[in-house]
Structures are given as structure tokens and as C-alpha cells.
């Protein structure tokens, strides 16, 4: 069976990113990149050679694994991805590739963990189709869900509640849950859309995610038979 390194910014999202596959019956390997939220913050404001240095590094100490899943929209953002994977000699799958998968004919709401990772998405959408993005990032939210706080209460207590009401009010149809801490808010946020009667739908890149790796492990299956 092949292994998947799970790279994220926290030992957090690295474990949904585990979670994520256990439940697919992969193999998997943990690899956080920091200690929590603000450690990841400042890693991903250093010189981009120092950035990429530092991630090749850890990447290469783990040999054991055969590709990597990069479970962090804003670790991703922040890198080159082809250029590491090309390096390091194996594939690397990041959410990004998700967001050109877009659709809709009114406008998108992105939230985020912060502004780089907003960033980013925002102009993967503005590539793909043409519509306008609400957008939100708080690093609050992640550190709130790092300590387990309850999922309603984060919520209301950082705005996310406000947020989607405006973007109601702003024709969005589509919200873009843009880091992979969010998991931990799905549920809620659902609720939270469903009760006040909008039609939003929310999107993450798990499903993206999971035909990714399918498609990838077939090719190493087909090579190594």
C-alpha cells in the first residue's frame, strides 16, 4: 500500500487531513509544518527561497512516503508546488486545483484562515469565470478551532454568522470554505444556511481532493505492477 505524507500548517489540520484518509482506507503520515496557527502564519511570510528551502527539507526527510497531500489552502498558496514536486521527485496534491471547478452565474463567497490564502483562491476564481467574491479570512476562527471551542459559538462569536448574511444579501449562491480547519465547521454552518432559508451552497475540496489521489495511485499502481 502506498503512503501519503499529510503536510499542513498545525498538527491539527494535518489529523483532519489523516482522518480524511483513514476513512478512504489509505495509509497515511503526519507532517506538520509548525507548532500552531501563528508559528504557520510567520513560516509562510519568510523569503520565498527560505520558505521553499525549509519545505523541500521536510519533505525530503520523509522518504518513506510516495506522494504528498498538502491538507492547507494557505501553505499552498504560498509555494510553488510544481517546482517542489518536480525537486523532491514525487507528486504533491494541494485544494487549489478545486476552486477552477467553480460554477455559477452569481457571485462567490471565500473564507478563509488569511489573507494569502484568500488571495489566492480569489484569483483562481476571477481565472475561471466571471462573478464577484464576498470574502472574510480571521485567523481567530483557527485558533478557536484549535482549541476545540464549540462549533456555534465560534460562529456567532467571530462574525461568521454577519458574514453569511451579507453574502445572502450580496447574491452569493456558492461559499468557498477555504481551510481545511473549517471541516470542523461544516456541520454548523449548514445548519446555520438551512435554518435561515438561503440558498448557498457550501464547498470544500475534499471531493477534488480524493479524485486527485484516486487518479494518482493508479498511475504508481500501473508503474510498480
Known amino acids: ?14 489529523d483532519f487531513g489523516i482522518k480524511f484518509l483513514r476513512n478512504r482506507g489509505y495509509l497515511s503520515k503526519a507532517i506538520p509544518i509548525s507548532n500552531n496557527p501563528v508559528e504557520q502564519t510567520i513560516f509562510q511570510t519568510l523569503t520565498t527561497n527560505k520558505r521553499e528551502k525549509e519545505l523541500i ?3 525530503e526527510n520523509s522518504e518513506d512516503c510516495d506522494l504528498f497531500l498538502f491538507y492547507c489552502n494557505s501553505l499552498s498558496s504560498t509555494v510553488n508546488i510544481e517546482k517542489i514536486s518536480r525537486i523532491i521527485g514525487k507528486e504533491i496534491i494541494t485544494p487549489l486545483g478545486a476552486y477552477k471547478e467553480v460554477k455559477t452565474l452569481n457571485n462567490v463567497g471565500i473564507i478563509s484562515a488569511n489573507a494569502q490564502s484568500l488571495s489566492m483562491i480569489e484569483s483562481i476564481i476571477y481565472q475561471s469565470m466571471s462573478c464577484k467574491t464576498i470574502c472574510m479570512s ?16 465560534i460562529i456567532n462569536q467571530y462574525g461568521i454568522d454577519i458574514y453569511i448574511e451579507l453574502c445572502n ?25 438551512s435554518d435561515k432559508g438561503y440558498n448557498i451552497e457550501i464547498l470544500t475540496p475534499k471531493k477534488y481532493m480524493y479524485l486527485k489521489l484516486e487518479q494518482i495511485i493508479g498511475n504508481l499502481e500501473r508503474v510498480y505492477k
Open 57 to 59: 527539507h521536510i519533505l
Open 138 to 153: 480571521n485567523l481567530l476562527i483557527v485558533e478557536a478551532i484549535e482549541k476545540n471551542d464549540n462549533p456555534d459559538q
Open 1 to 14: 500500500m502506498f503512503k501519503i505524507g499529510v503536510v499542513a500548517g498545525t498538527p491539527v489540520d494535518v
Open 169 to 193: 444579501r450580496n447574491n452569493v449562491d456558492r461559499l468557498i470554505l477555504g481551510c481545511t480547519h473549517f471541516d470542523y465547521l461544516e456541520d454548523s454552518i449548514q445548519k446555520f444556511i
